[in-house]
């Protein structure tokens, strides 16, 4: 009789003690912390944090996957988008560092980034001046350059130290299909290397120069004020530019040209119009060339 009454006792303590942890366990789910959710978010970019202005910094990789955790609440939010990742530099020194990525994150956790550690380049900033030289490409549609001078002749080369060490020349490239009058063309300047390929990761200061041309040409110019025809009664009209340049190879197709834009009914407001040329010789004005072809006509009342 003893020995049965033992036996249910015990049973009836592991039964309680059962209840207990399933009572426990139901408790937690109701109102302790909720179930967690998880996200995958890919290609996170990962900021420097710390640089010094005389050094360069080239990260690989420059972006992460990072999976959260949190609630469905939470995972659905934006906030699960917008973990901080960060790479304290600040204490780097010129060579190459792998460093562990820092983060945080509001509202959730972040269980995973991968890769952890990235890699961190550190160059030395470093700038000198070279010189200019001039170069050229193309051909000039009509004859030939006579004389061309560089309004500043050095620029100044900064960037990480490899990069500006292979910068073997600095070069004003002229293209020369493009140069119709003597004058200043702004020239962007080029960085080359000793095979004469573009030099990435430096900047030029200035990027681009001034090159005064003057060209041997054939071509002969006349500079002719623009006339008005049929303008507007009880209207002012105002015309920019006044003046045109008219060239031509045949000397002679230059006397007694005139030019002139028509106004007849036009109304106020700001007009687009052709020069127009006339002359009493006769001549082929195809064969003429107009700079600008096109003014812009202002009529008021």
């Not at 949190?70 to 901080?84: E, K, N, T, V, Y």
């Not at 004469?196 to 003057?214: C, H, K, M, Y």
């Not at 040409?217 to 025809?229: D, G, H, T």
């Amino acid at each position: 009789m003893f020995k049965k009454f033992s036996r249910n006792m015990g049973l009836r303590g592991i039964s309680v003690l059962l209840a207990i942890i399933l009572w426990i366990f139901v408790f937690g789910q109701l109102d302790g912390a909720p179930p967690e959710f998880t996200r995958t978010i890919p290609n996170m970019p990962v900021e420097l944090v710390g640089e010094n202005p005389e050094l360069n910094y080239s990260l690989y990789p420059a972006s992460v996957d990072v999976v959260v955790e949190g609630s469905q609440q939470f995972i659905r939010g934006q906030d699960a988008l917008s973990p901080q990742l960060t790479v304290e530099v600040g204490n780097l020194s010129p060579g190459v560092h792998n460093i562990e990525v820092s983060s945080t994150i509001v509202g959730g956790n972040i269980r995973s980034i991968s890769p952890r550690w990235v890699t961190v380049i550190v160059e030395e900033v470093i700038n000198h001046q070279k010189e200019i030289s001039i170069k050229t490409e193309g051909e000039l549609p009509l004859g030939e350059i006579k004389d061309k001078e560089l309004e500043v002749t050095k620029t100044t080369i900064e960037g990480p130290a490899p990069n500006v060490e292979r910068v073997t020349e600095i070069v004003a490239m002229l293209d020369l299909s493009q140069l119709q009058q003597s004058g200043i063309v702004e020239v962007p300047l080029r960085a080359l290397n000793t095979y004469g390929e573009r030099v990435q990761g430096v900047s030029l200061t200035p990027s681009s120069v001034g090159v005064d041309l003057t060209l041997d040409s054939p071509l002969q110019q006349k500079q002719l004020e623009i006339e008005v025809k049929n303008a507007p009664d009880q209207m002012e009209y105002e015309i920019e530019p006044s003046e045109v340049f008219v060239q031509s190879l045949d000397k002679d197709a230059l006397d007694d040209l005139t030019a002139f834009v028509d106004l007849e009914n036009l109304q106020p407001g700001e007009h687009s119009l052709n020069v127009q040329l006339s002359s009493e010789n006769g001549i082929d004005f195809d064969e003429l060339e107009i700079q600008p072809e096109n003014i812009t006509v202002t009529i008021t009342d």
